[in-house]
RNA sequence: GCCGCCUUAGCUCAGUUGGUUAGAGCGCUAGAUUGUGGAUCUAGAGGUCCCCGGUUCAACUCUGGGAGGCGGUACCA
């Protein structure tokens, strides 16, 4: 290829916003998946896969009053001219399957989803365009019974997940959220653009705490970089209304009755039907938790969870995890929510008109990963294959056969398929971090033997010698066997060191 | 989307107040060691100094625009 070439050639790089997951990432991956898998059907659920792309009407992503799609998905248009998409969620696609198949669904329908999910957004720091959720959804239960599994469900995840003590389920629920709207006099039809800032507003407490939620409420707000956020306009009054609101203590210490604590002036608001519903709601989600064994630290009312905007119709949680670990520069990693969900009532009736109560929960198993991963700093490297070396090309059918003997005993093993010599067959083996060689050159083959060079004992060893020559001709961590011991000698070998 | 910072070897980064052959560490390849990975030493390969235009005798350096990356913010089912 000529130089000249050069500028015609594609760059190797990776698509903005995706990554590539290794072996021991896609391994860590696997056994965090297992796990959830495992909780989720002890609870029932039955498992259900979907395509990644939809069309995007079934989705319910077109842009308001036009006919291209949202612009945060990734969508195309097949030859029909059709716009499909990629999913940006699961929920919307089980919401497609039941309007699909409700005939012959058992219901309540109760099924679980994993897999990837696509949004064509900014990408930031553990936040990618491509990423896994598990959810877990039952279709068809009006009770509230419904959702205070899904809290049971979450809690019990994340404990199976090694997380003891190290996350709370919040919950709220939109009704509550109803009954502020009510007492602040923003009415549904002509105040909703208002309704949908001071959601925003209260969504960013954690983040920006009071000072920075009361501005967002009232006139607006301007961030450091000299961003500038319009506000929701309320009055003094209204803004403290919202945050003694807020403030309310709803379930006390040991939450074996309900004590709920208003702060003096909000009876106006907590009086409203809607209100007293979603009260209702919590106070019946933690009871029914209660009773299940499950601890005021695991499942907790608050009453700032806001969660998504566009669909959730009642109760709504949020897993959070609740250490904190400081990430390379030193500074706190904040990790925020993991996971959640809520009760949507009107997903299905997009579809079939018909109205159908659903529940779900959604883990975002990468964001989840990535908080376990910085607990569990030290992960052990898999082995590798054994490496069968290839010392004589005219002998490669031994070698192949020796190979294929270590497989038919299970054990991980290839023979080198490389053109380079000894030296690199052994660095070679090194970076695929095997347990060890098989060497059969002349000298063993004349005694029916094979070699196996220890390479995790001769590393152990290489660490005190300093002398190049004298740790050659020491040859550590390697020993002769009869070519008929070769398999069991191994598999010795690879179990001393799995421990 | 908005604001700020950044872009030099595979990676992490020096550097040139605008001057001729652009550097280091790590990594890679090879040799010292003709059948032995990880220590050490030596050598080698590897660069359109992000792209396009402008100023200049001369641009990797200054300037204008663009792209890409990072961070904050906004949006986020």
């Not at 074996?256 to 106070?283: C, F, N």
Request: hydrophobic share 40%; proline share 3%; aromatic share 8%.
């Amino acid at each position: 290829m000529s130089k000249a070439n050069t500028n015609t050639r594609p760059e190797a790089r990776l698509a903005k916003g995706f990554r590539d997951i290794e072996a021991p990432e896609l391994k860590a991956l696997n056994d965090m998946t297992g796990k959830i898998r495992e909780v989720y059907e002890r609870y029932g659920f039955e498992a259900l896969d979907t395509p990644a792309i939809e069309y995007t009407d079934a989705l319910g992503k077109f842009l308001p009053d036009q006919d291209r799609p949202n612009e945060g998905v990734f969508s195309f248009q097949d030859e029909d001219e059709q716009w499909m998409s990629l999913r940006y969620d699961l929920t919307a696609p089980l919401a497609r399957y039941v309007a699909q198949n409700f005939q012959t669904l058992p219901k309540p329908f109760r099924r679980y989803a994993f897999g990837n999910v696509y949004r064509n957004e900014k990408p930031g720091p553990g936040r990618f365009r491509q990423f896994m959720q598990f959810d877990a959804d039952t279709v068809g239960a009006e009770s509230v019974a419904a959702d205070a599994e899904m809290c049971m469900l979450a809690a019990d995840t994340l404990e199976a997940l090694g997380l003891r003590g190290k996350f709370v389920i919040k919950v709220n629920s939109r009704n509550i959220l109803e009954g502020l709207f009510e007492g602040l006099g923003l009415h549904l039809e002509e105040d909703w653009l208002r309704r949908l800032t001071v959601l925003r507003a209260l969504d960013k407490l954690d983040r920006l705490g009071w000072d920075g939620v009361k501005a967002l409420l009232g006139e607006g707000r301007t961030d450091e970089s000299g961003d500038r956020t319009a506000g929701a306009r309320l009055n003094v009054e209204q803004i403290s209304l919202v945050q003694a609101f807020l403030s309310q203590k709803i379930e006390d210490e040991n939450f074996d009755g309900i004590a709920v604590q208003r702060p003096y002036g909000l009876g106006a608001m907590t009086d409203s039907e809607i209100y007293q519903k979603g009260l209702g709601e919590l106070i019946d989600i933690k009871r029914r938790c209660r009773a299940a064994g499950f601890s005021n630290d695991q499942v907790r009312i608050d009453l700032t969870v806001i969660r998504g905007l566009e669909y959730y119709t009642g109760p709504v949680f949020e897993a959070e995890l609740t250490f904190e670990v400081k990430g390379d520069d030193g500074k706190p990693v904040r990790f925020g929510s993991v996971g959640g969900g809520g009760r949507y009532d009107d997903l299905v009736a997009r579809f079939t008109g018909e109205k159908v109560p659903a529940t779900g929960f959604s883990i975002g198993v990468s964001r989840l990963q990535a908080a376990l991963s910085l607990i569990n700093e030290k992960k052990t490297e898999a082995l590798g294959p054994v490496v069968v070396l290839v010392m004589d090309k005219g002998e490669i059918a031994t070698y192949q056969k020796m190979t294929q003997a270590l497989r038919n005993a299970g054990i991980r093993a290839e023979m080198y398929l490389g053109s380079s010599g000894m030296k690199a067959q052994m660095k070679y083996a090194d970076k695929r971090n095997s347990p060890c060689v098989i060497i059969q050159g002349s000298d063993e083959r004349a005694k029916s033997e094979v070699t196996i060079k220890d390479l995790i004992e001769g590393a152990k060893a290489a660490a005190a010698i300093k002398d190049n020559k004298e740790w050659k001709a020491a040859r550590p961590a390697q020993f002769s066997v009869s070519e008929s011991h070769l398999v069991q000698e191994v598999h010795n070998l690879i179990k001393r060191h799995q421990g």
